[in-house]
């Protein structure tokens, strides 16, 4: 069963202000997928605690997949691109891309994401929107890939080549 890991980059959810919809949405759709959510936190919008918790799990073998939501956008305090680019040591653009690519069917506003993807040793990160709705739209739409890259990445799997 793959480990997932949840961190939402939120100032009022860290503050109590508000409740951690986007959170909760990835866990109902990761559970329903068979992976394990072996954590999940609200931190504030704030890189250098978001980049640390993301090494923290990454380098102590925590989690296959760390699931971020929030900080994505062009407010002066969102962060959580430049957060994950300091910790990953290998950059998976495709993903974020494919995100964009079907968010703009829904809303011409996907362009202004700025969320990306990359590795840090055995853990695939990945930064979700902010909003319920656009999680739930995103990660619904690239989880039934998600599974075999971590396959790949996990050594579990040694081909991506379609028969």
Avoid: W
């Amino acid at each position: 069963m793959k480990r997932v890991a949840i961190i939402t980059s939120s100032d009022s959810g860290y503050a109590g202000e508000r409740e951690d919809l986007s959170g909760v949405v990835i866990k109902e759709i990761v559970e329903a997928q068979g992976f394990s959510v072996v954590s999940r936190i609200v931190l504030p919008d704030e890189q250098e605690l978001l980049s640390n918790e993301m090494k923290r799990i990454c380098d102590e073998g925590l989690a296959d997949l760390i699931l971020t939501t929030g900080g994505t956008g062009l407010s002066p305090r969102d962060c959580m691109p430049e957060a994950t680019m300091a910790v990953i040591e290998r950059n998976v653009p495709g993903i974020p891309e494919a995100m964009r690519a079907y968010g703009m069917t829904i809303t011409k506003r996907s362009m202004l994401s700025r969320a990306c993807a990359g590795v840090r040793k055995s853990t695939l990160i990945i930064n979700l929107p902010g909003s319920p709705k656009a999680v739930r739209e995103n990660l619904e739409f690239i989880i039934s890939e998600l599974n075999h890259g971590l396959e790949i990445l996990l050594g579990e799997a040694h081909n991506c080549a379609r028969k």
